[in-house]
């Protein structure tokens, strides 16, 4: 049962990753009225025993929370842009989408790995439950 929970909890991680760079790619065109541009997040993730608070001796994988990417903004010059400030220029968040594409390829193969081990878990216990039938 361990080996299909670890890899549940990999899935889980994966998946809110896979959110979070799709909130990050959707955003990178957007300005904000109030001159706070949106900030790219990362999911921040670890063992599940390896943060104050968690059980004793858990195991896989959990989400530990959002951390806002260190990044520069970039200033684009529109003048006729609702969000402009007195100089014309519009700010938005700098993210790099091929950076951000490149690690959603590598997300969704983490998840495919766990979903692969999942199902071998699965398997390994139909089979054991089969020959303990015949015994």
Known sequence: MNAAAISRSGLDVEWQRL???????????TSAADGQPYRAQRLLSGPAGGFPGAMR???????????PMAGSLRRVHEPGHPH???EGFVTYPDIDQAGEMALMIRTARAYEANLTALGIAHQMMTRALDLGKQA
């Open 19 to 29: 959110q979070v760079i799709a909130a990050n790619l959707a955003h990178m065109n």
């Open 57 to 67: 001796g858990a195991q896989g994988v959990v989400a530990q929370g959002l951390a």
């Open 84 to 86: 402009a400030d007195a």
